[in-house]
Protein backbone atom coordinates (compact mmCIF):
# COMPACT_ATOMS: atom_id res chain seq x y z
CA UNK A 1 0.00 0.00 0.00
CA UNK A 2 1.53 3.36 -0.85
CA UNK A 3 1.80 5.80 1.56
CA UNK A 4 1.07 9.15 1.26
CA UNK A 5 -0.61 11.84 2.19
CA UNK A 6 -3.63 10.38 3.99
CA UNK A 7 -6.94 10.94 4.22
CA UNK A 8 -6.29 11.61 8.01
CA UNK A 9 -5.12 15.59 7.34
CA UNK A 10 -8.14 15.97 5.89
CA UNK A 11 -9.91 15.02 8.45
CA UNK A 12 -7.89 16.77 11.12
CA UNK A 13 -8.12 19.90 8.83
CA UNK A 14 -11.98 19.96 9.35
CA UNK A 15 -12.04 19.28 12.61
CA UNK A 16 -9.88 22.49 13.09
CA UNK A 17 -11.98 24.24 11.59
CA UNK A 18 -14.80 23.67 13.57
CA UNK A 19 -16.40 26.78 15.37
CA UNK A 20 -15.40 25.83 19.06
CA UNK A 21 -18.58 25.30 20.67
CA UNK A 22 -19.49 21.53 22.51
CA UNK A 23 -23.00 20.70 23.55
CA UNK A 24 -23.78 17.73 25.83
CA UNK A 25 -26.82 16.67 25.99
CA UNK A 26 -29.14 13.53 27.71
CA UNK A 27 -32.74 13.57 26.70
CA UNK A 28 -35.18 16.45 28.23
CA UNK A 29 -35.12 14.99 31.95
CA UNK A 30 -34.89 18.30 33.36
CA UNK A 31 -38.03 19.52 35.42
CA UNK A 32 -40.13 22.03 32.98
CA UNK A 33 -39.03 25.32 35.07
CA UNK A 34 -34.81 24.25 34.55
CA UNK A 35 -35.97 23.63 31.06
CA UNK A 36 -37.45 27.07 30.18
CA UNK A 37 -34.61 28.75 31.70
CA UNK A 38 -32.15 26.99 30.30
CA UNK A 39 -34.05 27.32 26.66
CA UNK A 40 -34.33 31.43 27.77
CA UNK A 41 -30.77 31.87 28.91
CA UNK A 42 -29.20 29.86 25.97
CA UNK A 43 -30.06 32.96 22.89
CA UNK A 44 -29.00 35.49 25.50
CA UNK A 45 -25.32 34.24 26.49
CA UNK A 46 -24.79 32.95 22.64
CA UNK A 47 -26.11 36.63 21.13
CA UNK A 48 -23.47 37.89 23.76
CA UNK A 49 -20.84 35.99 22.31
CA UNK A 50 -21.61 36.32 18.78
CA UNK A 51 -20.95 40.09 19.45
CA UNK A 52 -17.96 39.43 20.66
CA UNK A 53 -19.52 41.23 24.20
CA UNK A 54 -17.93 37.91 26.64
CA UNK A 55 -14.94 35.70 25.51
CA UNK A 56 -17.12 32.66 26.74
CA UNK A 57 -19.39 30.63 28.69
CA UNK A 58 -20.59 27.54 30.15
CA UNK A 59 -24.48 26.87 30.88
CA UNK A 60 -25.39 23.77 32.76
CA UNK A 61 -28.32 22.26 34.20
CA UNK A 62 -28.91 18.66 35.82
CA UNK A 63 -29.19 17.42 32.26
CA UNK A 64 -27.44 19.65 29.58
CA UNK A 65 -24.64 21.65 29.43
CA UNK A 66 -22.98 24.20 26.69
CA UNK A 67 -20.11 25.74 26.64
CA UNK A 68 -18.23 28.18 24.26
CA UNK A 69 -14.61 29.44 24.24
CA UNK A 70 -11.84 31.11 22.51
CA UNK A 71 -9.75 28.51 22.54
CA UNK A 72 -12.06 24.75 23.18
CA UNK A 73 -8.59 23.51 24.78
CA UNK A 74 -9.54 25.48 28.38
CA UNK A 75 -12.58 23.98 28.64
CA UNK A 76 -12.09 21.67 31.36
CA UNK A 77 -10.02 24.44 33.23
CA UNK A 78 -12.69 26.56 33.20
CA UNK A 79 -15.25 24.15 33.72
CA UNK A 80 -13.41 23.53 36.90
CA UNK A 81 -12.98 26.84 37.75
CA UNK A 82 -16.72 27.76 37.40
CA UNK A 83 -17.56 24.78 39.63
CA UNK A 84 -15.17 25.73 42.30
CA UNK A 85 -16.40 29.18 42.26
CA UNK A 86 -20.07 27.80 42.73
CA UNK A 87 -18.93 25.61 45.55
CA UNK A 88 -17.04 28.27 46.98
CA UNK A 89 -19.80 30.58 47.16
CA UNK A 90 -22.83 28.30 48.63
CA UNK A 91 -20.09 27.09 51.70
CA UNK A 92 -19.30 30.48 52.32
CA UNK A 93 -22.82 31.86 52.20
CA UNK A 94 -23.53 28.72 54.49
CA UNK A 95 -21.13 29.69 57.07
CA UNK A 96 -22.40 33.28 57.33
CA UNK A 97 -26.10 32.98 56.87
CA UNK A 98 -29.30 31.42 55.37
CA UNK A 99 -30.02 32.49 51.86
CA UNK A 100 -29.43 32.09 48.38
CA UNK A 101 -26.39 33.07 45.95
CA UNK A 102 -27.63 35.27 42.97
CA UNK A 103 -24.55 35.72 41.46
CA UNK A 104 -20.62 35.55 42.30
CA UNK A 105 -17.71 37.40 40.49
CA UNK A 106 -14.16 36.88 40.59
CA UNK A 107 -12.05 39.28 39.01
CA UNK A 108 -8.12 38.31 37.85
CA UNK A 109 -5.78 40.70 36.26
CA UNK A 110 -7.19 40.38 32.85
CA UNK A 111 -10.25 37.83 33.44
CA UNK A 112 -13.41 38.60 34.50
CA UNK A 113 -15.65 35.14 35.81
CA UNK A 114 -19.98 35.92 36.65
CA UNK A 115 -21.32 32.56 37.99
CA UNK A 116 -24.92 33.05 38.00
CA UNK A 117 -27.01 30.37 39.85
CA UNK A 118 -30.30 30.59 37.61
CA UNK A 119 -32.84 28.32 39.46
CA UNK A 120 -31.47 24.63 38.45
CA UNK A 121 -29.18 26.42 35.84
CA UNK A 122 -25.48 27.44 36.66
CA UNK A 123 -24.22 30.30 33.91
CA UNK A 124 -20.12 30.86 34.04
CA UNK A 125 -19.24 34.03 32.09
CA UNK A 126 -15.90 34.83 30.64
CA UNK A 127 -15.49 38.69 29.75
CA UNK A 128 -12.41 40.83 29.70
CA UNK A 129 -11.44 42.99 32.73
CA UNK A 130 -12.25 45.93 30.90
CA UNK A 131 -15.85 45.18 30.02
CA UNK A 132 -18.73 46.40 31.73
CA UNK A 133 -20.35 42.97 32.92
CA UNK A 134 -23.43 45.06 34.94
CA UNK A 135 -24.50 45.39 31.21
CA UNK A 136 -23.78 41.85 31.19
CA UNK A 137 -26.28 41.27 34.15
CA UNK A 138 -29.05 43.21 33.40
CA UNK A 139 -28.85 41.31 29.69
CA UNK A 140 -29.44 37.90 31.39
CA UNK A 141 -31.79 38.77 34.49
CA UNK A 142 -35.04 36.75 34.01
Do not use: W
Not at 16 to 42: C, H, M, Y
Not at 77 to 89: C, G, I, N, P
Not at 107 to 120: D, I, P, T, Y
Amino acid sequence: MKRGKSDLGKHQTAFNELKPEFIVRQSDLATGEEARVFKKLLPIVADLRKNNEISGFILKNSVQAVADLDKPGDLAERAVLVSQVFETSASLLAACTAGQISYSILEGSKLVVLCLHLGANQLGIFVEKSVDYAKILERIAL
